[in-house]
């Protein structure tokens, strides 16, 4: 690679610097225990029951959309905007641990087994050719949602709730629902344990008197009838069936999150939600993995009380979680024109509407020009030809995702670049597809897809990242330089009056001076903003307070 060069500015500063001189805030207290008041809540076992958590939230899927589609657009009509960058972003520009996100892929790179294993624990995983005939016993009937299935308790581990995939729409959800939490649980959400895993029937054992209600709300036994449908419904292979194994959360669940808005009886949820950059930012992911269907309905909050005997008492905090990715890789509608236009349009699209009736529906949509791979159709439209992810759009408005702002998208970026290729493969493998070739092409199109991300929010502000003070040295990462997205030989760093290491995989060292205070200024001819380092002496060595990424 040709000599790089780097632009330095380097002054001490006459005035205070911008940033204090401490080190970053890398983890929120919102992960501290709070109490919460006592109060008495009735059940159907205890009718003087009292709890000391925060109280369940239901969720209505129709509200949401019909909130966010109708009411919450015309309540903004006068509304003045005047908070634009997320509240919970600390010195570096990043996010600091809490609650809500956890740095993991964005601080250390994960090994192939933790990565295939997602949020799952070594005892989580579960093994099938182990279990005894009727070892896993059925306590539970799935009571909602798509997927039929049921709830499994198995002695010495947790609960799981058991899932299986359409007879019209085989291996897809639940390869989706595994790969999607995985790469969730790596980027650094908290997501649910989920397996794909291949089950002889004859080690479950179903209880006798088990009733569910299904989403029509009529109750109905779950009995060998109604299992033996559950089995017809799952893709079978060599006398076992496909199943999904999702994990039972811990701590006492308190329903899903809201994209807006802060929970009341929260005292940690300070940050109104939709001000958070992991919620902004999780826009991309979305877009990435095609997980239209992000929405409060596929979230949990949980409380995790500090006495876990007693999971309603506090002290305690509140967990967030990511749920249900099964809606990745492309799922596909009974109407062919709802298929077409996720990730393009919503479900309502104002903007669309008003265009189409304005132009008589002249004008051609992308959506028009897709087209389903020959051989993939369980994928319907998943492709990268015509997926734009400045443009991408999920089910309905997200409050969260409709702030994005460029910050929080390249924030997103600079986490998904480091997911290299061979990554990418140990993320499909999860799902245990049965032919080769559409793990290949779910790898393929994946890897396309982070491309034209990375693409577009690395050449904006800057991506240098991973910045540290080595010896004399500045030294960090440009991570789309080391992601390709052009050549080495493309990237330029103009250095005056000092020279640069430019070392492979990206990294860029700049030798500094000691000084009190220390500005260091870093443009690349590949982005169109510079960074600005700001670093002092502390009496040992020379430290970071700070950065900014600069606007073109």
């Known amino acids: 690679m040709r000599r790089a060069l780097v632009l330095v500015a380097l002054a001490a500063c ?31 076992k205890d009718p003087n029951h009292v709890s000391c958590a925060p109280e369940p939230y239901v969720s209505p899927l129709a509200w949401d959309a019909a909130d966010n589609t109708f009411f919450r657009p015309l309540a903004k009509i006068w509304a003045v905007d005047v908070e634009k960058e997320a509240r919970n972003v600390n010195a570096l520009d990043e996010v600091p641990d809490s609650a809500w996100f956890t740095n993991r892929l964005g601080v250390k790179h994960p090994s192939e087994e933790e990565l295939k294993r997602g949020a799952c624990k070594p005892e989580d995983m579960l093994d099938p050719d182990a ?32 899932k ?39 080690v479950f054992k179903l209880m006798p008197g088990l009733k569910v209600t299904a989403n029509d709300g009529v109750t109905r036994p779950f009995d060998e009838a109604a299992l033996e449908k559950v089995f017809g419904e799952a893709v079978k292979r060599e006398g076992r069936y496909r199943f999904q194994a999702s994990a039972w959360l811990g701590g006492y669940l308190i329903g899903p999150f809201k994209y807006e808005g802060t929970r009341s009886d929260d005292p940690n949820d ?41 999971p309603e008492s506090s002290p305690g905090w509140v967990k967030h979680y990511y749920l249900d990715t099964s809606d990745c890789l492309g799922s596909v509608w009974d109407w062919d024109g709802i298929s077409r236009r996720m990730g393009d349009s919503y479900l309502l699209d104002w903007k669309d509407v008003g265009v189409d009736f304005i132009t008589l529906g ?70 245990r597809f049965s032919k080769p070739e559409a793990e290949a092409f779910v790898t393929e199109v994946l890897e396309q897809r982070l491309r034209k991300i990375v693409a577009r929010y690395l050449t904006v502000l800057s991506p240098i990242a991973d910045l540290r003070v080595e010896g ?33 995989a990206g990294r860029l060292c700049v030798p500094i001076p000691r ?4 500005t260091v200024r870093i443009a690349s001819n590949q982005a169109k903003a510079p960074i600005e380092v700001q670093l002092y002496d502390d009496g040992s060595a020379m430290r970071i307070a700070g950065l900014v990424r600069r606007s073109p």
Request: charged share 30%; net charge positive; proline share 8%.
């Open 362 to 431: 002249a004008i051609e949509r992308p959506w028009e020009r897709k087209s389903m791979k020959p051989g993939q159709e369980m994928f319907g439209y998943f492709h990268w030809d015509e997926f734009d992810p400045e443009r991408w759009r999920n089910e309905y408005p997200n409050p969260a995702f409709s702030r994005a702002t460029e910050r929080d998208n390249a924030w997103m970026a600079r986490i998904l670049s480091r997911f290299d290729r061979r990554d990418i493969q140990a993320l499909v493998e999860i799902g």
């Open 515 to 518: 000084a009190k205070e220390l």
């Open 270 to 310: 300070v940050i109104p939600h939709e001000n958070r950059r992991d919620l902004r930012g999780g826009r991309l992911l979305a877009a990435w993995l095609h997980h239209f269907d992000a929405r409060e309905q596929n979230s949990m909050d949980s409380w995790m009380a500090v006495d876990k005997a007693s």
């Open 164 to 202: 299986t995939d359409f007879k019209k729409e085989p291996e897809r959800p639940s390869a989706a629902a595994a790969i999607g939490t995985a790469a969730y649980h790596a980027v650094g959400f908290n997501t649910s344990c989920e397996q794909v895993l291949f089950v002889d029937p004859k």
């Open 131 to 162: 279990a005894k005939e009727a070892e896993w016993v059925i306590d539970q009937g799935k009571p909602n949602g798509a997927s039929p299935g049921f709830r499994v308790k198995i002695g010495g581990k947790k609960k799981y709730m058991f």
């Open 472 to 504: 004399d040295a500045l030294c960090g990462v440009d991570l789309a330089r080391r992601r390709g997205v052009r050549p080495d030989a493309d990237y330029t760093y103009r250095a005056d009056p000092y020279p640069v290491r430019a070392l492979a």
């Open 14 to 44: 006459a005035s205070p610097p911008a940033f204090p001189r401490r080190a970053a805030v890398t983890r929120d207290t919102d992960l501290d225990p709070v109490s919460v008041a006592c109060v008495r809540r009735p059940n159907d």
